[in-house]
């Protein structure tokens, strides 16, 4: 990804053709006094959310899931 460093006057004169660059891919920092401020970059819609109970019916725990096993009773003095 291509960056680049623009001042606060050259971002707000040229704002709608760095928003176009941006939206291609590239990182535009906008700096003031030489400090960075501000970054436009592309926008990326969010992940969809989760829907719960999408795998019900398909787990299945099986009897004595959450027994400690007998060697670890040994080891650890149980």
Known sequence: ????TVGMYEAKTNFSKLVSR????????VS???K????IV???PPNKPRK???LKGLIEIKP?????????????GL
């Open 32 to 34: 003031n006094a030489g």
């Open 42 to 44: 592309a926008y990326v």
């Open 36 to 39: 960075p401020i501000a970054r």
């Open 52 to 54: 719960p109970g999408r």
């Open 22 to 29: 941006a939206a291609a891919g590239e990182e535009i920092i």
């Open 1 to 4: 990804m291509k960056t680049t």
């Open 64 to 76: 004595g899931f959450d027994e400690i096993p007998p060697e670890f009773v040994d080891a650890l």
